[in-house]
């Protein structure tokens, strides 16, 4: 699988040609943060929005932050050649189809076609999905595993992208080198999250005085994007042996009192004992050629990387316990959706990776 960043555009899109595209889901946090990034986008013309119960609305009553585009969320996109879908899980599967027949490629932040075994919707999601033919049409978002994949959808009759969930990026994003080398005896992953993962919907348990000074774990049950992780391990391995099977993956996520950003740690049992020196040979070829994930000596920290694209991964081997400890960060909502979406965009549009997406971290 290629790890090298395409650096120009397809020569179908004629110099200066612009994309039109579409945005279903507008109205929320994923939608606006779409919303915010594409409007800078070079090579890009947002053409319509949708929202949710808010139809011939100004984008700015329900994106104050966006008012200033001048956008309205209307009942009905115009002719598009992409259409970004930010909706909740069940809502976009019944969709994708009809815009695949049309022509149009469909960037899907939900969760609807992310899966491959239709069976796992069931299992965890207790949801049959409408349309299983479509799953293994649908290539994961991921462009530092994927791109590959993602590439060849260029040109081709169905372009579908199952643009992956903000936990399962962060903690393969950490987790990749060993799986792609088959080192992963078994894996637990603890993740921690900013409040607006939880996208808009008012919620008790989300309330200012509920989250604030704070932290609590969820999804002890078994939360869903377990199956995405089982599922890219898997995929990254030479071969469906060479890495653990479900009941090794581990996957606990916890709501922290913050806005943005994810931190991932792995607790790795790898399949025999590593240096430090091998591990980080391994994460330094694994992204080498990547723009957007930098490999760093100390444990990075999420404000690191808060309002971009970029992601930071650390490893390192304990003699002591023979386990590897990866950690990882991303902003939730640019690496781990918006900005991953259209990082997706851009390799399927035969576009230079970065297209839009070379704004720096904010700190403080």
Same mark, same amino acid.
């Given at each position: 699988?290629?790890?090298?960043t395409p650096t120009s555009a397809s020569p179908a899109l004629g110099g200066k040609a612009t994309i039109r595209v579409g945005i279903i889901g507008a109205?929320?946090?994923a939608g606006g943060e779409l919303v915010r990034l594409l409007e800078r986008h070079p090579r890009v013309t947002i053409a319509g929005l949708q929202g949710r119960d808010r139809d011939h609305q100004p984008l700015g009553a329900s994106q104050p932050q966006l008012g200033r585009t001048g956008h309205f969320i209307e009942t009905t996109l115009p002719p598009v050649?992409?259409?970004?879908?930010?909706? %909740?899980?069940?809502?976009?599967a019944a969709l994708v189809p009809d815009f695949?027949?049309?022509?149009?490629?469909?960037?899907?932040?939900?969760?609807?076609?992310?899966?491959?075994?239709?069976?796992?919707?069931?299992?965890w999601y207790d949801y049959r999905h409408p349309f299983p033919e479509l799953l293994q049409a649908a290539v994961y978002g991921l462009p530092e595993q994927h791109r590959q994949e993602l590439q060849?959808?260029?040109?081709?009759?169905?372009?579908?992208?199952?643009s992956p969930g903000c936990y399962p990026t962060a903690s393969m994003l950490g987790?990749?080198?060993?799986?792609?080398?088959?080192?992963?005896a078994d894996v637990v992953v603890d993740a921690k999250s900013g409040v607006s993962g939880a996208g808009r919907s008012v919620k008790a348990d989300l309330m200012f005085s509920e989250v604030n000074d704070s932290l609590k774990a969820?999804?002890?049950?078994?939360?869903r994007h377990t199956a995405e992780l089982v599922q890219e391990i898997r995929d990254a391995?030479?071969?469906?042996?060479?890495?653990?099977?479900?009941?090794?993956?581990?996957?606990?996520?916890?709501?922290? %009192?913050?806005?943005?950003?994810?931190?991932?740690?792995?607790?790795?049992?790898?399949?025999? %004992?590593?240096t430090n020196a091998e591990l980080r040979g391994l994460y330094d070829e694994a992204y080498a050629d990547e723009y957007f994930v930098e490999v760093v000596d100390e444990a990075p920290a999420t404000s690191q990387v808060r309002g971009s694209n970029f992601a930071r991964v650390f490893a390192r081997f304990d003699e002591r316990t023979g386990r590897v400890t990866t950690v990882s960060v991303e902003d939730n909502l640019v690496k781990g959706a918006a900005g991953q979406a259209i990082q997706a965009f851009n390799v399927v549009f035969g576009l230079p990776e970065p297209t839009g997406l070379e704004q720096l971290p904010i700190v403080p």
């Open positions: 699988m290629t790890q090298s109205a929320g946090i050649e992409a259409v970004f879908m930010a909706l %909740p899980h069940g809502a976009s695949l027949e049309q022509g149009i490629a469909v960037i899907d932040l939900g969760s609807d076609y992310r899966l491959k075994d239709p069976a796992e919707y069931e299992r060849a959808l260029e040109g081709a009759d169905t372009r579908l992208v199952a987790l990749y080198p060993l799986a792609r080398a088959g080192l992963i969820y999804g002890l049950s078994g939360h391995g030479a071969t469906p042996a060479a890495n653990p099977g479900a009941d090794s993956v581990g996957f606990q996520p916890h709501l922290v %009192p913050m806005n943005r950003g994810i931190l991932a740690t792995g607790h790795v049992r790898p399949t025999r %004992p590593l």
